[in-house]
C-alpha cells in the first residue's frame, strides 16, 4: 500500500504540468520549425514513461523534439543548469517554453536526474541528452550513464531518438537558417540498458535519418531554379506588367508557382511583380489618355461601368477595391486614363492597393511552401490544382460580371 503512496502523489501533481500546457509548446515549435523548413517525425514513444535519449549539435535539438513528441507524455527536458538557469530570464524561458529542469554538470547531477523517477512512473517522458553538451559535425560523443542510471531506477524503458537537420537550421556558434528538420524515434530499450548500446542505437537513427533523401518533384526543382536565377524577378516584372496592359493572368498565379517552390526568393519576386503592376498601370493611363484602347480579354462591360462609377466617386483612390472585387487592375488602369486621373495620386493609390494584395499573397504562399516542404514530391499535383483552382475562380468572377 505505501509503496504505490509516490505514484498517486505524483499523478495527482502531474496536472500542474498539464498534457495542455504541453499541447500549446507542442503546437508553438512545431509552428517555429514549420516557419524555418519544416519538421518530420518518424515512430512514436511507447504507452508510459520513459527516458528519451538523443543526440545533441544545436539548441534547435530541443524545439525538435518538443514539437515531435506527444504532449500526452507531457515531455521534460533536462537542461544544463550552469547555463540555462543562470539568470532569471533564463530559467523562466526555459522552464516556459521547454518544461526543462535543472542538471548540474559540475556535481550533483545524478540528484538532480533521480528527482525525476516518480514523474516517469507516473507516465512522463524525460528527455535528456546523455553527451552532456553539443557535439559538432554530426559525430556523437561518449554516453553520460546519468539517463540509463535514471530509466533503471524508475523501472522504465530507454527510447533512442536520432535528430538530423537541427545542426544546419541553427549550428553551433552560427546563425538561425532553414533548413528541415527530422526526428525518427526508436525503439525501446530495455531500463538496464548499457552506454555503448543506448549509443549505437542513437548513432544508428542518426545515420539512417541524415542519409534519408527527401523526396523531391523535378517539376519543383526546375521551376525553382529559374525562379532563384537572375531571370526570376525580371519575369515576375514583366508577367505583371503584361497583366495590367492586357495578359489574363494575374501575377499571383505566377506568385504561386514559383514562391512555393523557392520560399526564400518570395520577397524580392513579390516587390518585381509589384513593380511591374505600378508600370504597368501607368503605362495602361497614359495610354488610354492618349485613346489608345489594348485588347481587355476576359472582362466585360459590367466591370468597365462599374469602374467608371468608382472613379467618378472615389477618384484614384477608388483602386483600393480592386483586390477584393474581382475586376482586372488592367480596367481601373484604362477607365483611370479615360476619366484624367493625375497620373501621381493613380500612382500612390494603386501602389497601397496592389502592394498589400501582391506582398501578402506573395509571402502566404512562401508560408505555404514551408509548411509543405516534405511533401515537395506532390508539387506537380500542386500546380495542377492551383491552375484548376485559378481557372474556376476566373470563370466565376466572369460570369458574375456579366
Known amino acids: 500500500m505505501t509503496s504505490t503512496l509516490p505514484l498517486v502523489r505524483n499523478r495527482i501533481a502531474l496536472p500542474a504540468r498539464s498534457r495542455f500546457s504541453a499541447a500549446l509548446r507542442r503546437g508553438l515549435w512545431w509552428g517555429v520549425l514549420s516557419l524555418t523548413g519544416g519538421v518530420e517525425r518518424r515512430g512514436r514513444l511507447p504507452r508510459g514513461g520513459c527516458v528519451v535519449v538523443a543526440n545533441h549539435s544545436s539548441h534547435a535539438d530541443t524545439a525538435a523534439l518538443l514539437a515531435a513528441l506527444d504532449s500526452r507524455h507531457t515531455p521534460a527536458i533536462g537542461a544544463a543548469a550552469d547555463y540555462w538557469f543562470a539568470s532569471p530570464w533564463r530559467r523562466r524561458i526555459c522552464r516556459r517554453l521547454a518544461a526543462g529542469f535543472p542538471v548540474r554538470r559540475g556535481g550533483g547531477g545524478m540528484d538532480d536526474l533521480l528527482t525525476m523517477a516518480d514523474e ?51 549550428p553551433k556558434h552560427g546563425r538561425l537558417r532553414s533548413a528541415l528538420v527530422r526526428v525518427s524515434i526508436g ?41 532563384a536565377s537572375r531571370w526570376g524577378v525580371p519575369l515576375a516584372f514583366l508577367w505583371a506588367l503584361a497583366e495590367a496592359l492586357s495578359w489574363p493572368l494575374m501575377p499571383e498565379l505566377l506568385l504561386g508557382a514559383v514562391c512555393v517552390a523557392v520560399p526564400g526568393a518570395a520577397p524580392r519576386l513579390s516587390l518585381g511583380a509589384l513593380a511591374g503592376s505600378l508600370a504597368g498601370g501607368l503605362i495602361a493611363l497614359q495610354l488610354a489618355s492618349a485613346g489608345v484602347r489594348l485588347p481587355a480579354p476576359l472582362t466585360t462591360d459590367r466591370m468597365r461601368a462599374e469602374v467608371r462609377h468608382e472613379l467618378a466617386l472615389e477618384g484614384a483612390s477608388a483602386v483600393r477595391h480592386q483586390p477584393w472585387n474581382g475586376i482586372p487592375f488592367k480596367v481601373y488602369g484604362a477607365e483611370a486614363g479615360r476619366a484624367g486621373v493625375p497620373a501621381a495620386d493613380w500612382l500612390a493609390a494603386s501602389a497601397k492597393a496592389r502592394g498589400s494584395r501582391t506582398l501578402t499573397v506573395g509571402l502566404g504562399f512562401a508560408a505555404f511552401g514551408l509548411l509543405m516542404r516534405r511533401h515537395r514530391r506532390h508539387y506537380g499535383r500542386y500546380l495542377v490544382l492551383l491552375g484548376g483552382g485559378f481557372a474556376a475562380g476566373l470563370s466565376l468572377i466572369v460570369a458574375g460580371w456579366g
Open 120 to 170: 516517469l512512473r507516473a507516465g512522463r517522458a524525460v528527455v535528456l541528452f546523455p553527451e552532456g553538451t553539443r557535439g559538432r559535425d554530426g559525430e556523437l560523443g561518449s554516453f553520460h550513464r546519468g539517463a540509463l542510471v535514471l530509466a533503471e531506477r524508475a523501472g522504465v524503458p530507454v527510447v533512442p531518438v536520432g535528430i538530423a537537420g537541427t545542426d544546419r537550421l541553427l
Open 187 to 227: 525503439d525501446p530499450l530495455p531500463p538496464a540498458v548499457g552506454p555503448q548500446e543506448a549509443r549505437d542505437a542513437v548513432v544508428a537513427l542518426h545515420r539512417r535519418t541524415v542519409a534519408e533523401p527527401l523526396r523531391d518533384s523535378a517539376t519543383r526543382r526546375r521551376v525553382a531554379a529559374v525562379a
